[in-house]
């Protein structure tokens, strides 16, 4: 089993930064894809950034790209995600999920293990 833990969420007016941050343990982290996705109020869960085992590959939804990077070090056992030139609608909770393959997917149903969530506010 692995558990994963999201920080780094608060609250940030628009065109700011926030780093957050996802702690894996309880399972061999380099072997898992990555991927954070992001919950608005009242709206499905959707995809943000994803990358592969070795960092090698990564993918961003077309919303965030340009602003928002995804990054891993396996030897912290943790993946970050970098957001720049914050919105208003970026606010929402965040969440990191790990795959039991090394490749990437915007599909949130092929991952297997997910975190609690991390809050993101953003004011205007």
């Known amino acids: 089993q692995v558990q994963l833990v999201e920080s780094g969420g608060g609250l940030v007016q628009a065109g700011g930064s926030l780093r957050l941050s996802c702690a894996a343990s309880?399972?061999?982290?380099?072997?898992?894809?990555m991927g954070w996705f992001r919950q608005a109020p009242g709206k499905e869960r959707e995809f943000v950034a994803a990358?592969?085992?070795?960092?090698?590959?990564?993918y961003n939804a077309y919303s965030v790209k340009g602003r928002f990077t995804i990054s891993r070090d396996n030897a912290k056992n943790t993946v970050y995600l970098q957001m720049n030139i914050l919105k208003p609608e970026d606010t929402a909770v965040y969440y990191c999920?790990?795959?039991?393959?090394?490749?990437?997917?915007?599909?949130?149903?092929?991952?297997?293990?997910w975190g609690r969530g991390t809050q993101v506010t953003i004011s205007s």
């Open positions: 999920a790990a795959r039991g393959f090394p490749s990437i997917t915007m599909t949130e149903s092929r991952y297997d293990y």
């Open positions: 309880g399972g061999t982290f380099s072997s898992y894809a």
């Open positions: 990358i592969s085992k070795n960092g090698g590959t990564t």
